[in-house]
């Protein structure tokens, strides 16, 4: 079992940064591919980036490519979303996943059966 907390959400304005945070607990961090997602809305789930294991791989969207910047610790079981030059079309619900000792980035919210609770980001214009 895998629990996970996000933190780091907040209210920005369009081109500032924020990093957010997912602390992992449970077993095997190191060896479990790990995503993120967001939800807006009225809108569907969408898929922002994905890690592997060791963090050798990456992942990005098309929509956050060259912005955000996904990493991990497995010393501190902790993954981060670093989200600089944001936009108004960033805001939402933020969400990280993390796979079933899986430890290939995936982009298919699917493939996540852990979930944290989200941490919620605002951005103005």
């Known amino acids: 079992q895998v629990h996970l907390v996000e933190s780091g959400g907040g209210v920005v304005q369009a081109g500032t940064s924020l990093r957010l945070s997912c602390a992992a607990s449970g077993r095997a961090f190191d060896n479990r591919g790990m995503g993120w997602f967001r939800q807006s809305p009225g809108k569907e789930r969408e898929f922002v980036a994905s890690i592997t294991g060791y963090g050798s791989d990456t992942v990005y969207a098309d929509s956050v490519k060259g912005r955000f910047t996904t990493s991990r610790d497995n010393a501190k079981n902790t993954l981060y979303l670093q989200m600089n030059s944001l936009k108004p079309g960033d805001a939402a619900v933020y969400y990280c996943?993390?796979?079933?000792?899986?430890?290939?980035?995936?982009?298919?919210?699917?493939?996540?059966?852990?979930w944290g609770q989200g941490t919620q980001v605002t951005v103005s214009s």
């Open positions: 996943a993390a796979r079933s000792q899986i430890p290939n980035i995936s982009t298919m919210a699917g493939d996540y059966p852990y």
